[in-house]
């Protein structure tokens, strides 16, 4: 009897940290089988970054651990503790997700709720700032500075966030696009 190696392919993987992000190659059975190993990266598609990547002299490693390095093992550790938690994957692979996230400030005040649209790659496609007042603002990619890193929809904790389309775009419909004055000129 012969065991059964499925084949891998090179995949370009990247984790964006915000203002850059870590690269590597990745030997993997599918794009699917490195986000379901590793936490917080996305799998590069783009041909031109591809080719471009061929030159950067990034690290080879395999989804199976072979040549791991720190960063990329931490991500790994990230997701095993994820694996076993109900909500696991439950985002990953729908077309759209809504999502409903708070993050504090710095100094624990001004806090910020975000009602955000992500395609099926977890990328934010539109967003709405909501203000403690009620008030919004919306915003989409034509008008970030760079495009926020992805959100990982393999994360259990993403499910407890999630909210309805129609949540979604009654707060939109409702802000303000961030080009606009309060008064409702635009700038």
Known sequence: MTDHVAPTSRFLVLHDYGMGGSW???????????????????????AGTIERAGSWGLDEV?????????????FRAKRDAQR??????ALAGREV????HRWDG???????????EVGADGRRLRQVELA??????????????????????????????????????????????VDEDPDGASA
């Open 24 to 46: 590597w190659w990745v030997h993997a059975t599918s794009a699917r089988h490195v986000l379901e190993t590793f936490a917080d990266v996305e799998v590069v598609d783009d």
């Open 84 to 89: 076993g938690r109900e909500g696991f994957g």
């Open 132 to 177: 403690a007042d009620g008030t919004g603002l919306r915003s989409g990619p034509d008008d970030w500075p760079f495009n926020p890193p992805v959100v990982d929809l393999f994360d259990p904790d993403l499910v407890g966030m999630e909210i309805g389309r129609s949540e979604f775009e009654t707060a939109w419909l409702g802000a303000r696009h």
């Open 62 to 74: 395999a989804a199976d651990g072979t040549g791991m390095s720190d960063a990329l093992d931490d």
């Open 106 to 116: 710095e100094d624990g005040e001004d806090p910020t709720v975000c009602l955000m």
């Open 97 to 100: 997700v809504w999502l409903r």
